[in-house]
């Protein structure tokens, strides 16, 4: 168990390293645009690669975030109830989160595949084959599947949750 415990931490990981790469993609392509556009010159499409790399990142980083805390959540209410309540609420979030992301994945995936299928490319001027951007957003919904399932299955085994915070919160657990 420690292997898979293992390799999904380091998945985890690499796709926040991966979505952080994105953000300095999009640094890049913002300044190398600028540049042309001092000196004269025409960059194409650069500004459509600057929103597939920002999508890539939002898509790429939601795994790791959810396992650092660094999602939205609500927790009054989980923080008002009992504990075994509190475990109750929990393997219901934990489910639900997951049951709708893995099942944004499997359409995300037949909307790749369609893409794919009928070389759809994008309506700028670079003419980027569109399937693959777009297989970037099944990866990542695909790895926040994993890790709302893989948080689920710690809570119905462990009571708790595997969600770190790498800040200080204004509430206070109880």
């Known amino acids: ?11 985890y990981l690499i796709a926040g390293v991966a979505a952080a790469l994105c953000l ?5 392509l913002i300044v190398a645009q600028m540049i042309a556009r001092w000196t004269g010159e025409i960059f194409p499409g650069a500004p459509d690669y600057a ?11 939601f795994a790791n975030a959810l396992n650092k805390g660094a999602h939205i959540r609500v927790s009054i209410l989980l923080n008002s109830v009992p504990s075994g309540m509190k475990r109750v609420l929990e393997i219901w979030c934990f489910a639900l989160g997951a049951a709708i992301t893995w099942y944004f994945t499997y359409n995300a995936t037949w909307f790749v595949y369609w893409s ?3 070389n759809e490319v994008s309506q700028g001027q670079d003419a980027t084959l569109m399937w693959i ?12 599947a994993v890790a709302l399932t893989d948080n689920l299955v ?6 708790n949750h595997r969600i770190t ?5 204004d509430t206070h657990e109880v």
Do not use: C, N
């Not at 300095?24 to 890049?28: D, E, F, G, K, N």
């Not at 929103?51 to 980083?61: D, N, P, Q, R, T």
């Not at 915070?165 to 919160?169: A, G, L, S």
């Open 24 to 28: 300095i993609a999009i640094l890049l």
């Open 116 to 118: 794919w299928k009928f």
């Open 165 to 169: 915070r790498d800040t200080v919160e």
């Open 154 to 159: 710690h809570v119905i085994r462990h009571g």
């Open 133 to 144: 951007p777009q297989s970037v957003m099944v990866v990542g919904g695909g790895l926040v």
């Open 1 to 11: 168990m420690t292997a898979i415990r293992k390799t999904l931490d380091f998945l």
């Open 51 to 61: 929103g597939y790399a920002m999508a890539a990142a939002s898509f790429l980083a």
